[in-house]
């Protein structure tokens, strides 16, 4: 039994890594790139920077700022004819999660055609788009390692997984100093997704040897810092442990697969519009205290890793441990109810069923330790008011 894992070619990882973005550039033959951010990466000056370093290298490059949080099929399409009346050769995808996974599916639109659609997910997507060099400003998503893109379908709300390794960046650059000025609430949301990318690798049926390490080691970092980093934005210490924390836990999930907690994670977003790790926020504790019963070790390693239990705990009290430091995250991290978020009760309610069969349908619930029934996935969604 062997798995195969699949990477960028190029990691950048450190203290000013986004420095190095012209030699990355120059090594990959490329001269002409896009880049690809959003209006808030514009006016706190990083998009400027990247240009303007290019620029030293005597790298001309164009800006494109038009991504939105969420992406959906029609806020790339202008990203999309962008690639394809210009004459770029590479693409650098500078932002959080959004302006990133934009980018992804632009790379593959923009030098094949089609519509999302036609990649979406059990299709396999190997077709090599324009390179792509990812430069998150979050801990974070992950998609700067991944070979997944998630887009919008707005027609009918659903959020359509894409996958291959066609959505692979050829390059990811891994700069905590980019996250430095990240507000509070985005550092606990993006924090809570990474942490839930490393327990959910880690758990899931697809879990291999090789995903277990890098779940582990983002653990570790992830842990004792996520606190941190959401009381004091400024300490670099807990922001350069999240970062690569973010990324290890990037790397782990996308060869082991995400599980139960995105599974339905995915239509709250799509439905209330909550953002993706707010709505994994809120999925964790719940669906985490549904799984344990059928992979007890596994999370007892989890509850040691994240530093809340010791070798000297057992796996039960590991887990009871987990439970309540979970809860506890949630309540320091300030994440809301779906009805502190704003979301109505009824329609909450009255969409259930729909939620739990776009759940089952997105595939990721097969992989949890236990795969849940749709009376299941309503009876965690109600857990939730
Ligand atoms: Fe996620």
């Avoid at 990355?24 to 033959?29: C, V």
């Avoid at 190997?126 to 400003?137: D, Q, R």
């Avoid at 890098?214 to 941190?228: D, E, V, Y």
């Avoid at 109505?344 to 949890?368: C, H, R």
């Amino acid at each position: 039994m062997s798995n195969q894992i699949i990477l960028p070619r190029i990691l950048q990882v450190g203290e000013n890594a986004s420095l190095e973005i012209p030699t990355i550039l120059e090594s990959l033959g490329c001269i002409r790139p896009l880049i690809i951010t959003d209006k808030m990466m514009v006016e706190l000056g990083y998009a400027q920077q990247v240009q303007s370093c290019l620029q030293d290298h005597q790298i001309n490059s164009e800006v494109f700022y038009d991504t939105v949080p969420e992406p959906t099929v029609s806020s790339i399409q202008a990203g999309v004819e962008t690639v394809r009346n210009g004459n770029y050769d590479s693409i650098i995808a500078l932002g959080g999660g959004s302006p990133i996974d934009s980018a992804k599916a632009i790379s593959i639109l923009g030098k094949f055609g089609g519509v999302m659609r036609d990649y979406k997910f059990p299709r396999i997507v190997n077709e090599e788009g324009l390179p792509i060099i990812a430069v998150p400003t979050t801990a974070g998503t992950g998609t700067e390692v991944t070979r997944f893109t998630i887009i919008t379908d707005e027609t009918n709300d659903e959020k359509m997984l894409c996958v291959g390794v066609g959505f692979m960046p050829v390059a990811a650059v891994v700069d905590y100093k980019l996250t430095l000025s990240l507000p509070a609430r985005i550092t606990a949301d993006t924090g809570i997704d990474a942490l839930t990318h490393a327990m959910e690798a880690y758990v899931s049926k697809k879990a291999n040897p090789y995903s277990d390490s890098q779940a582990i080691a983002a653990m570790k970092l992830i842990g004792p810092n996520l606190r941190r980093a959401y009381h004091d934005g400024s300490d670099s210490k807990a922001r350069e442990a999240m970062m690569l924390g973010s990324t290890l836990a990037g790397v782990a999930f996308s060869n082991a697969s995400v599980a139960l907690v995105h599974g339905m994670s995915r239509p709250i977003g799509a439905a209330f519009h909550v953002p993706h790790g707010l709505s994994n926020a809120m999925l964790l504790p719940a669906v985490t205290d549904f799984s344990i019963p059928s992979a007890v070790e596994r999370y007892a390693d989890c509850a040691r890793a994240i530093g809340v239990a010791t070798q000297a705990d057992t796996d039960e009290e590991s887990n009871h441990k987990l439970m309540a430091e979970l809860r506890a995250l949630n309540e320091e991290l300030k994440v809301p109810t779906p009805s502190h978020f704003g979301i109505d009760k009824q329609q909450f309610f009255d969409l259930m069923p729909t939620m739990a069969e776009q759940a089952l349908a997105s595939g990721s619930p097969n992989n949890n330790p236990i795969v849940p029934t749709p009376e299941q996935i309503i009876y965690i969604y109600k857990q939730l008011w």
